[in-house]
């Protein structure tokens, strides 16, 4: 299920929608963590590989790897990303 790979919860991506001066740093962080190759498997869209996906959720958060990133956290990282590019 696409919702499983997305590594944000639903209340962050709707702070992301609100902050449209976030949008393009979003956009380099996606391709930036997606897998090489990624137009040419299913769903077509630039997502991070389940596997890595489920252990950078694990080592952030603890647990099982369901929590998903919240709201704050993505907007403050998003603005650091912004900020500070490497």
Do not use: C, Q
């Not at 902050?19 to 869209?45: F, I, K, M, S, V």
């Not at 907007?75 to 900020?83: G, P, Q, S, Y």
């Amino acid at each position: 299920m696409l919702n499983d790979r997305l590594p944000i919860s639903p209340a962050a991506a709707k702070a992301l929608v609100a902050r449209p001066d976030l949008w393009a740093t979003a956009a380099r962080a996606a391709l930036e963590l997606a897998p090489r190759g990624w137009w040419r498997r299913a769903p077509y869209l630039p997502l991070p590989e389940p596997e890595w996906l489920h252990f950078r959720l694990v080592t952030a958060y603890g647990g099982d790897g369901s929590t998903k990133m919240g709201a704050e956290e993505l907007i403050t990282w998003l603005a650091w990303k912004r900020d500070f590019p490497h």
